[in-house]
Every structure is written in structure tokens, then in C-alpha cells.
């Protein structure tokens, strides 16, 4: 309102400071089952301005991921979690660049355990079991390994014949989810004869007590049998069939062949 020319007036002049801008770096974290390979580590870079990019970035990164034992992660790195670092920092012009750690989770390998098929004979004793074990890695073996291997099935020696599962379990690895498939037990019709005595008489007699053998009657089975012909006191003279009877009060009798 032209009242400026009533003062004395000084012009101090202030400083505007422009500080680096904020540049954070992330370390993707990866995950691996144990026995591979590490991805290859990279970052992520959040905060550049004035639209520009990692095109203004300088230097090589350099990452570590170091064990337990201060030893650079690889295959044979157990199951765990372990930080990624960066060692060699990039740089920008008006940036000041600051990083984040990743991590590696390495997480137990998959081991399958495979029972194996199996076949027996009704009466007989379960066989010896046994298992295929896939997937092991970094050249181990059976070794790595704590327990012991189970490998169980139902049947008992008088289990009527039919299919049975044989159930593994047991085992267990720190760096390993072992996974379990049941094999079949197939029980089988065991083999049975029964054979009736040869008789005669004289025609016009009675029968006589017709009698026979029994072979192949296991597992406490009390299979019996009887015996018996057509002929009768007045059939003519002649050969007549003697036939054997099952007696199967248990119903066993299914069992066998």
C-alpha cells in the first residue's frame, strides 16, 4: 500500500538443503528344499525419484548366506533359515542406499518309502516284508536316517485269504518329510485233497464204513469229512463212486483250493 518506503528494510537470505534421497533395497527371500540349488539372490530397489530407475545404479552387487557353522549355503545345507545379505553395495548419485535382508528357507526334502507286494499261501507265515526307499539327495543314503523301519500287515497265519495292507513307518530325517505307500499282502487259497479209500462187499450186503485221508488242512482248521456211495444193499454188482462230504462247522472251507 506504498508504506514500504516508511522502514529500513534488510534482505537475509535463507539456504534451502537438498539431502540424498532415501534408496532401500530389499533381498527377495527364497525358499528350496534341501538338496537344491540356491536361486540366484537379488533385490528390489523402492524409492527413486524424478522417474528414474536402477539404470543410475553403480558397483556389482555381492550377496552371502553363510550356515550355522559361518560355511556359504549350499545342497547340503540343512533345514533352516538363514539371512541373505549384501556385501558389495551399489550406489547412486543423491542417494544413499540402504538394504534390507532376505532369507533362504531350506525346507526337508521329500523321501518316499515304498512297501513292497507280497503273496502267501492261507496257513503259511507272513513272509519277510520289505520297502524301496527314493529320494535321497547330496549322495546319502540309508545312514541319514533315525528309527527303524516297521513294516507291519494284519494278517495272522489263519486270516482268510484276500488282500492286506502292509503299512510302513518308522523312520524319520531332520532333513527329510519322509511320505509312506502301503503294499498289499494277497493271501491265497492254500491247497486241499481229500481222498476217499477204496472198498468193496460183497452184493446184498450192507456198506461198509467208508474212510478216506485228508491232506493240506492248516492254520488250526477242523476241517473233516465223511463218505458215502450210491449203492445200496440191493445195487447190482458193479463199481459205484465213493464220495467224500465236507464237514466245514468253522466256514473255513473258503480258504482253500
Sequence with gaps: DGKLGNYNSTNISGYLSITNALLTGSVASQTRPYGQTNAPFAVTYSGFVNGQDITILTNTLAFSCLDSNGVPAGTNT?????????TNAQTAPYYTVVYVDGTLAVMPADLAVTAHEATRVYGDLNPAFGASITGYVNGES?????????????????????????????????????????????????????????????????????????????????????????????????????????????TRLSNYQ
Aim: hydrophobic residues 40%; glycine residues 10%; charged residues 5%.
Design 78 to 86: 540343512g533345514v533352516g533359515s538363514y539371512a541373505i545379505t549384501v
Design 142 to 250: 540309508s545312514s541319514i536316517l533315525s528309527g527303524s523301519l516297521a513294516l507291519d500287515a494284519s494278517a495272522v497265519t489263519n486270516s482268510p485269504i484276500g488282500s492286506y495292507s502292509i503299512v510302513p513307518s518308522g523312520l524319520t530325517s531332520h532333513n527329510y518329510l519322509v511320505h509312506y505307500t502301503n503294499g498289499t499282502l494277497t493271501v491265497t487259497a492254500a491247497p486241499l485233497q481229500v481222498t476217499a479209500g477204496n472198498q468193496s462187499r460183497f452184493y446184498g450186503a450192507a456198506n461198509p464204513l467208508f474212510s478216506g485221508t485228508l491232506a493240506g488242512v492248516t492254520a488250526g482248521d477242523t476241517l473233516t469229512a465223511t463218505f458215502d456211495a450210491t449203492a445200496t444193499a440191493n445195487s447190482a454188482v458193479g463199481s459205484y463212486n465213493i464220495l467224500p462230504v465236507w464237514h466245514d462247522s468253522a
